[in-house]
C-alpha cells in the first residue's frame, strides 16, 4: 500500500521545474516574488511544493553557514477550515515561526515580538468587529465572545453547574488576557489602515534585521471552501510583495477563480481571473505525464514497497528520473531498463511488467488520464484485492485483476455489469462472448462491437494482456464486491434485495430514495447488504464523508443493528484517514457518541476533529444514546 501524501523524493522527474523555482527565488535576490503552482487535483502540486523547498534548502546549505537565508513557512488553509479565520492563522504561524528564528539567530528578537503584538491586534480586531456585527443583524456573536455572550446567557437562564461556572470564569480570562495592551484607553490606536501598513513595514524590518527571505509554501487552497480560500489569499495580500519575502502558491486556478466567483458574485469571469493573476508574478502548471512518466512513476512506486535497501531505491530512482530526463532523445524508461539498474527478484520483476502493460491505458483513458494519485489509488485497490484473494484462498492472478480492475475503473458501467453478469451466469465463470472480440482485437482486426461496449477504450483494453476470456472470473469477482455484488442463484438475497444492493453500490449518494423499499427487506438480507457496503467501504482511504458512508447510514437507519456494526467499523479506520467533516455527517446518530469516545481517547487523530468532535458536544449536537 501506498499513502496518499506528498513527497519530496521525486518519482515523477519534477526536480527540474522545482530547480527551476528555487533558481527564481534566489535570483529574485530578496526581492518580493510570488509564484502559482497550478495544476488540477493529485497532478501532484503539493509534492512539487515539498521539491521546492529541497531545492532551496541544499542550495542553503551549499554556502557552509550555520544557519540557512531561507525561513520556511508551510501553510495549510485546509486544516483550519471551520476552526479558525485563515487569515489570522496564517498571520499567527508566521509570526511564531519569526519568533523561533529570531531567538534561535539571535537576530530581530525586538522587531519579531513588536510583529507579533501588531498580529494580535488584527485578531483582536476582527473578533470585536465581526461579533459586534452578528450581534447587530441579530445573530450570537463569535469566538472567544461569542463563547461567553453563550455561558453568559445558560448563566441567566439559571442552567448552572460547577462545569458551566467553571468555563465563563476561563473564558473571560481568555477575552481579557487576549484583550490586554491592546485596547488600552489611554494608548491611542493608529487608524485600520495605518495599522496594516504598520503591520507591513513591521514584517520588512523583521525579516531585514534577522537577514533573511521568507518562503512561504501555501498548499490545499483547492481543498477549501470559498470563504476559506479567500480569505487565505486575502491574507497572503497583507505581506505580499514585501522584501525579503517569496510566496509559492499551489492551487488549482480553477478553483481559485470559482472561488472568486462564489465570494463575489457580481464580479465578471475576467475580474474572476485578474483577482488570482494579480497575486502570482509567475505562474508555473505542473506539467502532465505521459506514458514514459506514467510507467516510470509506477515502476517507482513498486519499487519503494519492494524489501529493497534503501541506497538502492534511492539509486534506481535517480536512474530512472536521469533517463526520463533523456527521453525526448528516444530513450525509454520501460521495464527493460529498471532491469539494467538492479537485479529483481521475480516477484518484483513481475510486477514491474504489470506496470509496463497498463502505463498506456493509464495515461489515456479519460478516467485516470496520468494522474498520479489516481494510479496510485488503482494500485492501492489491486494490492488491497490481491490480499483479500491471498486470504481468503482465491487464487486470482494479479495481471487478470489488474485488466479487469482497469475497466471497473474506466470502462462503461452498463459494459461492466453486463461482464459480470455473464460470468456469474456461466457455469464455468469464463465470458465466452469475450473469446472473439480479444482474438480480432489482437489481431488488428476491424472489430464493430454492440452498446454499450462500442468505445474506444474498450477496443484498446481487449488488447491487453492476459486475454481473459479463458479465465475463471469468478474469483476476481469475488474479491472485487465493493463494485460488482457477486449475486449467485445460490446467494441469500432474494430479486428486491439484490436490486436496492446493486442500486446502493451504483448510486450510494442516492441511498436516502432507498430508505422506504429498505425498511421492508427481511434483517437477513440487510446484514448481507451491510456486509457488501462495508467492503466496499474498506476501500476508502479518507473518511471525510465519501458516497459510500451515505449508503452505510440509510441501512443502518432501516435496521437499527446495523448501526451498531458501522459505529465498529468506523472506529476502526486508521487515524490518519479520520477527516473533521465526517464529524457532523455522524453526530446525530445514537451511536456516533461511542465512534466520538474513541476519536478522542486516540493520540492519533488529528486535533482537527477532536475540535470538531468538542465543537458538536457543545453546541449539544451529538445524541446520546
Not at 521 to 540: C, H, K, W
Request: proline share 5%; glycine share 6%; aromatic share 6%.
Amino acid at each position: 500500500m501506498w499513502p496518499d501524501n506528498e513527497t519530496d523524493r521525486d518519482f515523477l522527474n519534477f526536480t527540474g521545474v522545482a530547480d527551476t523555482v528555487a533558481e527564481i527565488v534566489v535570483q529574485a535576490k530578496a526581492k518580493p516574488i510570488s509564484i502559482g503552482v497550478s495544476g488540477a487535483w493529485g497532478v501532484g502540486k503539493s509534492s512539487m511544493i515539498r521539491l521546492v523547498r529541497r531545492s532551496l534548502e541544499q542550495r542553503a546549505g551549499e554556502e557552509k553557514k550555520e544557519d540557512g537565508k531561507f525561513i520556511f513557512v508551510e501553510f495549510n488553509a485546509w486544516l483550519y477550515q471551520g476552526y479558525d479565520d485563515a487569515r489570522a492563522a496564517l498571520m499567527d504561524v508566521i509570526g511564531e515561526k519569526l519568533t523561533r528564528e529570531a531567538e534561535h539567530r539571535k537576530k530581530g528578537i525586538e522587531k519579531a515580538k513588536e510583529f507579533v503584538e501588531r498580529i494580535r491586534w488584527f485578531r483582536l480586531m476582527k473578533l470585536v468587529a465581526g461579533s459586534a456585527a452578528a450581534m447587530h443583524a441579530g445573530l450570537p456573536p463569535v469566538g472567544l465572545i461569542g463563547e461567553l455572550y453563550g455561558l453568559g446567557k445558560t448563566l441567566l437562564g439559571g442552567d448552572v453547574t460547577a462545569e458551566t461556572a467553571e468555563a465563563t470564569v476561563k473564558a473571560a480570562g481568555e477575552v481579557k488576557e487576549t484583550a490586554s495592551g491592546l485596547l488600552d484607553p489611554k494608548k491611542k490606536r493608529p487608524s485600520p489602515p495605518q495599522e496594516i501598513q504598520a503591520l507591513r513595514d513591521s514584517f520588512e524590518k523583521t525579516l531585514e534585521a534577522m537577514e533573511v527571505t521568507l518562503v512561504v509554501l501555501i498548499d490545499d487552497l483547492d481543498r477549501c471552501l470559498p470563504e476559506t480560500t479567500i480569505s487565505t489569499l486575502e491574507a497572503i495580500r497583507l505581506v505580499l510583495f514585501l522584501k525579503n519575502t517569496a510566496f509559492v502558491i499551489a492551487a488549482d486556478d480553477a478553483m481559485i477563480k470559482y472561488a472568486v466567483r462564489r465570494h463575489f458574485p457580481d464580479v465578471t469571469e475576467d475580474l474572476a481571473i485578474n483577482y488570482f493573476d494579480k497575486l502570482i508574478q509567475v505562474p508555473i502548471r505542473v506539467p502532465p505525464l505521459g506514458t514514459q512518466e506514467v510507467r516510470a512513476y509506477m515502476m517507482l512506486l513498486y519499487v519503494d514497497n519492494s524489501d529493497l535497501d534503501a541506497k538502492v531505491k534511492e539509486e534506481i530512482r535517480a536512474g530512472i528520473c536521469k533517463q526520463l530526463a533523456q527521453t525526448w532523445q528516444g530513450k525509454r524508461a520501460d521495464s527493460a531498463f529498471i532491469q539494467t539498474l538492479h537485479k529483481f527478484d521475480n516477484e518484483l520483476i513481475g510486477k514491474v511488467d504489470t506496470a509496463d502493460r497498463l502505463a498506456h491505458l493509464m495515461t489515456t483513458a479519460s478516467g485516470i488520464a496520468g494522474n498520479p494519485r489516481l494510479i496510485k489509488r488503482f494500485l492501492n485497490a489491486l494490492a488491497i484485492r490481491m490480499a483479500i484473494s491471498k486470504t481468503h484462498g482465491v487464487g486470482v492472478d494479479e495481471a487478470v485483476l489488474a485488466k479487469m480492475l482497469l475497466f471497473e475503473r474506466v470502462g462503461n458501467r452498463e459494459a461492466y455489469a453486463a461482464l459480470t453478469k455473464a460470468v456469474t451466469e456461466s457455469a464455468n465463470g469464463k465470458p465466452a462472448f469475450l473469446a472473439e472480440w480479444e482474438e480480432k482485437a489482437n489481431a488488428g482486426q476491424d472489430l464493430h462491437l454492440p452498446a454499450p461496449w462500442d468505445d474506444p477504450f474498450v477496443k484498446e483494453w481487449l488488447t491487453l494482456p492476459p486475454r481473459i476470456a479463458d479465465h475463471d472470473l469468478r474469483g476476481v469477482l469475488y474479491v472485487s464486491r465493493e463494485h460488482a455484488p457477486l449475486i449467485t442463484p445460490q446467494d441469500r438475497l432474494s430479486s428486491k434485495a439484490a436490486e436496492l444492493l446493486a442500486a446502493l453500490l451504483t448510486h450510494p449518494e442516492m441511498a436516502a430514495n432507498l430508505k422506504g423499499d429498505l425498511s421492508k427487506v427481511p434483517r437477513v438480507e440487510i446484514t448481507v447488504i451491510m456486509d457488501r457496503l462495508l467492503d466496499q467501504a474498506r476501500q476508502e482511504q479518507e473518511w471525510g464523508v465519501p458516497a459510500i458512508l451515505e449508503a452505510c447510514l440509510v441501512v443502518a437507519t432501516a435496521d437499527a443493528p446495523q448501526g451498531a456494526r458501522l459505529a465498529a467499523f468506523l472506529s476502526d479506520r486508521p487515524a490518519a484517514q479520520i477527516k473533521p467533516n465526517i464529524v457532523p455527517k455522524i453526530s446525530d446518530q445514537h451511536w456516533a457518541h461511542s465512534v466520538f469516545d474513541k476519536w478522542e481517547k486516540s493520540t492519533a487523530v488529528s486535533t482537527p476533529v477532536k475540535k470538531a468532535i468538542e465543537q458538536r458536544r457543545k453546541d449539544g449536537n451529538v445524541r446520546v444514546q
